[in-house]
């Protein structure tokens, strides 16, 4: 059932509505809730297809269904509309406007009513595709204060990697933030490019989703064998690289690859004098989990990110 | 005067990125101003670059304390500014959430450090912002309730208020959230504009500074126009109106005007019909503190602030 959790009126002949897909049991009462949140950034698309997918197949066995699944495939829904990563109008990371208020300015009342409508889910996935410059493999991004409850539902999401970060105040303002905080479980995951749909990246979370609503008794049905993921955790250090110069970047290596210390990542170039401008490689043995797509950089865009000691 | 040089990168096909400050006297680092951090700040730019011109007027009279030095930063993002794109061009990343920065990090992280490292020693901060809805301000100095604010002192910049603000998470990562943790004692400022110059309230904003500066021996100055003995406030005492319907925004007040409870603030339009759909009226008697100034307003969007009487 379509449901509006929020509506808004925009200036001109037009309501804004974000909209969520609620799947229920057949039978039974409404069991556990699992809630799949995407499209905060108007430019990272990967988590549409995991909506649509996810329902295709509980469409084709919904028997099976034991539980609530809540499916939130736009919470900014004009900045899908217009290739826009912030709010369009008001040019503001939606993602730092969490848990916002309810008699705050619009995009804070928004904010207020997404965390009210979210709050209570069993599990809450929060879907991202890096961004229009990076690319990313398969991963969950778990802040340290919520490592010990959400390491173990990470552990089955089928994702390649699992990094427990050091909490940051900024990032308090943040969905996942403000839902953990508040005793909702919300795993961040991280998965592919922006602008992009990448299928298969699609279908090897859609496969840990269901994992995960059977842990939960949300799915009676056979669900895949996931993977085991690398789990990196403080004080391990990630390995950031930034670009030492500006100019364009071509890409040798694609994320995912193992790496030994020295191997050249790519090269920065300057075509007007047809020159390279510097060679960029990996400080350290070890695994490229998000590589930069994007090819103009300026002195300090990040290049990549390698978890040293490689993939375990 | 001397020109120098704060921080800068160089660019694939563009000038080299400079941050260019100027530094009046000599000797312990008094007091630095900083201007338009996005590329829409141009109020902000244009009562730094007044200061600029009044501080190198004061310094040839013999003016300045000497021993003391003050440093004026117009514009700490050039190429936002002649792109008229609010934040950085490449990855929309705002300068003013990247403090106190990181030398090795990201490109606006490094412009943070960059500038923060040669500002952070300075014993007082101005900072000229904006806030990030297109509208219209009373003159204020806001302060973040960090424990190390000074409102007493900021009252001795004569502008009509002082808004305290109790810091949300986003706000740690700006420049006057930092300056205060690392000793500055920092205040930021809001005049009447943003994207347009507003010169009435940038010349109330240069006698401010220049006063404040008087008031804490950096300068031998009498302050010429208004001297207001500010209000403090307190930023969630301030009464937020937002507009109950989508449409064309019709505003009856200006900032630092006085209305009473029941008074109608302003009005929404409907876009087609061109009928009224609904009016902005203050519960309260109090000065208003902000209005939108664009011609059309989202529903539930903040159209006036009401600082409300304190009597």
């Given at each position: 059932m ?22 229920s ?6 069991g556990?809730?699992?809630s ?20 295709r197949?509980?469409?084709?066995q919904?028997?099976?269904l034991r ?25 503001l ?13 619009m995009n804070e ?8 409508d979210?709050?209570g ?14 690319t990313?493999?398969?991963?969950i991004?778990i ?17 390649d990697l ?5 909490n ?10 403000s839902?953990n905080?508040?005793g ?8 592919g490019?922006?602008?992009?749909i ?11 989703i269901?994992?995960?609503m059977?842990e ?20 391990e ?28 990542l790519?090269?920065?170039?300057d075509p ?8 960029v ?9 998000t590589?930069?797509?994007?090819p103009?950089v300026?002195q ?10 490689g993939e375990? | ?16 990125f ?7 006297g000599?000797?312990?680092?008094a007091m ?16 730094c670059?007044?200061?600029v ?5 004061l310094e ?9 030095q003050?440093?004026?930063i ?7 500014m ?5 934040f ?8 003013n ?5 990181y030398a ?12 923060f ?5 300075y ?9 990030y809805m297109p ?7 806001r302060?973040?309730?960090t424990?190390?604010?000074d ?5 001795r910049?004569g502008?009509p ?18 300056w ?22 940038a ?11 008087a ?10 126009g ?18 109950d ?5 019709e505003?009856f ?5 006085e209305?009473e409870?029941g ?5 929404i ?7 009224e ?7 309260a ?6 209005v ?19 009597d």
């Open positions: 379509i449901k509006t959790v929020v509506r808004v009126g925009l200036p001109v002949g037009e309501d804004l509505h974000i909209r969520k897909n609620r799947l049991p057949q039978t039974g009462g409404p556990r809730r699992v799949i949140v995407t499209g905060t950034h108007g430019d990272e698309l990967e988590g549409q297809y995991v909506c649509y997918a996810l329902q197949r509980i469409q084709a919904p028997e099976l539980g609530t699944v809540d499916i939130y495939p736009a919470l900014n829904p004009l900045g899908l509309n217009s290739v826009t990563r912030g709010i369009p109008g008001f040019d990371d939606m993602n730092r406007s969490f848990p916002g208020q309810p008699d705050g300015d009342a928004v904010a207020a009513e997404i965390v009210q979210l709050l889910s069993d599990l809450c996935l929060d879907i991202h595709a890096s961004n229009i410059f990076l990313e493999i398969p991963q991004r802040n340290e204060l919520h490592a010990a409850q959400l390491l173990p539902l990470a552990r089955l999401a089928n994702v699992v990094w427990v970060h050091s940051a105040t900024v990032l308090e303002s943040t969905l996942a933030y839902l905080s508040r909702t479980p919300t795993l961040v995951v991280e998965m490019v922006g602008m992009r990448t299928k298969s990246y699609g279908d090897q979370l859609v496969d840990g269901f994992r995960l059977a939960l008794g949300v799915w009676r049905g056979d669900v895949p064998e996931v993977r085991a993921p690398v789990v990196s955790q403080p004080p250090e990630v390995a950031f690289l930034n670009a030492p110069v500006s100019g364009i970047w071509l890409k040798h290596l694609d994320h995912g690859a193992r790496l030994r210390a020295g191997d050249v790519g090269e920065i170039l007007l004098r047809g020159q390279v401008l510097c060679a490689t990996a400080p350290v043995d070890g695994w490229l989990f590589v930069r797509e994007y103009v300026d300090g865009s990040l290049l990549a990110r390698i978890l040293p000691g375990r | 005067m001397e020109r120098q040089i704060v921080y800068e990168s160089r660019s694939l096909y563009r000038d080299d400079r941050v260019t400050g100027f530094a009046f000599q000797g312990e680092p630095c101003i900083v201007g338009s951090m996005r590329g829409n700040e141009y109020q902000q730019l244009y009562i670059s007044q200061l011109r009044r501080l190198g007027e040839a009279q013999g003016r300045l304390v000497p021993d003391r003050i440093l004026v117009p514009c700490v993002n050039p190429y936002s002649n792109l008229q794109k609010r950085w061009c490449i990855d929309n990343t705002d300068i959430r990247m403090f106190p920065g090795l990090g990201e490109t606006t992280q490094r412009v943070a450090a960059g500038v490292d040669q500002i952070q020693r014993q007082y901060g101005v900072q000229f912002s904006s806030f509208g219209a301000f009373v003159p204020h100095v302060i973040m309730k424990g190390y604010e409102r007493e002192m900021a009252v910049f502008l208020y002082v808004v305290l603000h109790a810091p949300r998470p986003f706000d740690t990562t700006t420049l006057n959230y930092n205060q943790i690392w000793d500055t004692k920092a205040f930021t400022l809001y005049t009447a504009s943003n994207s347009r110059v507003d010169r009435p309230s010349h109330q904003a240069v006698e401010a500074v220049l006063g404040f500066m008031d804490q021996d950096l300068l031998r100055y009498h302050r010429h208004s001297f207001y003995l500010s209000r403090v406030v307190e930023s969630e005492d301030m009464i937020a109106l937002r507009a319907r989508a449409g064309f925004f505003s007040v200006v900032p630092g005007q209305v409870a008074e109608d603030l302003a009005r339009l409907d876009p087609y019909l061109g009928t759909q609904s009016r902005v009226t203050a519960p008697a109090g000065t208003v503190a902000f939108r100034d664009e011609a059309m307003t989202y529903e539930s969007t903040t159209v006036v602030k009401l600082i409300p009487s304190d």
